[in-house]
């Protein structure tokens, strides 16, 4: 006889262990991500370019963890082939890894800090989405996840041009790939909001952040509120062209609505 009480059959695969790779999985919301992700009960394997941040990540989580810099498709590539060595397969890919810069406008920024944004936020999402889709077609199937951040819905923020430049690239290639990826495979958006890392902090001058400190207590989250969430939704929302967002309309405006009610903290606290 069937079991009345058992989940549905989408539901029981969506609960299923899964295995996960993280670029830029050592730090910020990545690590934090893969720390909610195992907590889970799933296989993750992460990334990044510092060398005593990914032993540490691989220490402190029980994951692989390999140094790989996302501008190189070939260390991508080979990041893919040890989880799939280690696990047997790589159902989720999450292109995590990005930089921010210096808050300056776009004639003072210097040339090798644009570089290194646009190489990390959009070549970047393009070797992991290549190496991902490749992987998965072959495979059978999988999901790629692709961040948003500032930028990503045309907002602007003066100093941060040429990084909003990058996550709205980001969106529009998303959306595309949504058009061109082979069967069984799929592809969305994460949208974590404003979360309280280096990228949401650094920068500021002493005006600017004390101009800054209000809206982001009412508005930015810490990573051990958001990563939960969104790694539920990583592992139960992988239909073609999903979009995912932490910082709803709704959210927004019932958090300002409240606000003279008490402040949620300062971000630029230790």
């Known amino acids: 006889m069937a079991d009345h009480l058992a989940p549905a059959t989408g539901e029981r695969a969506a609960r299923a262990a ?22 889970q009960g799933h296989r993750v394997a992460v990334c990044g370019t510092d ?28 990041l893919w082939d040890a989880a799939v060595d280690r696990y047997g397969r790589v159902d989720i890919w999450i292109n ?6 210096a808050r300056e406008p776009v004639w003072r920024l210097p040339a090798e800090q644009a570089r290194r944004v646009v190489d990390v936020n959009v070549l970047g999402v393009i070797n992991g989405s290549a190496v991902a889709i490749g992987g998965m077609a072959a495979q059978g199937g999988g999901h790629v996840w692709n961040m948003e951040g500032l930028g990503s819905d045309g907002r602007i923020v003066r100093g ?5 430049a990058t996550k709205r690239a980001s969106t529009y290639l998303t959306d ?8 069984g495979v799929t592809v969305g958006l994460l949208s974590p909001g404003l979360v309280v890392t280096d990228l949401l902090t650094h920068g500021y001058s002493a005006a600017e952040r004390e101009r800054a400190a209000r809206m982001l207590s009412i508005l930015a989250d810490r990573v051990e509120t958001v990563a939960p969430w969104l790694a539920d939704k990583v592992i139960s929302r992988t239909r073609n062209g ?5 910082l709803t309309p709704g959210k927004i405006a019932f958090r300002f609505a409240t606000a003279p009610f008490g402040r949620r903290g300062d971000v630029f606290a230790p």
């Open 96 to 101: 995590n890894a990005g930089v921010s810069h």
């Open 242 to 246: 999903a979009h995912v967002r932490w």
């Open 160 to 164: 941060l041009g040429v990084y909003g």
């Open 176 to 183: 595309a790939l949504a058009k061109e990826v082979p069967g």
């Open 51 to 78: 060398a005593d941040r990914v032993s540490a990540a691989a220490a402190a989580l029980g994951v692989l963890a390999r140094v790989a810099d996302v501008t190189s498709r070939d260390q991508l590539q080979s």
């Open 18 to 39: 899964k295995t996960i790779v993280i670029t830029g999985g050592t730090r910020g919301l990545g690590f934090g991500l893969a720390r909610a992700l195992v907590e």
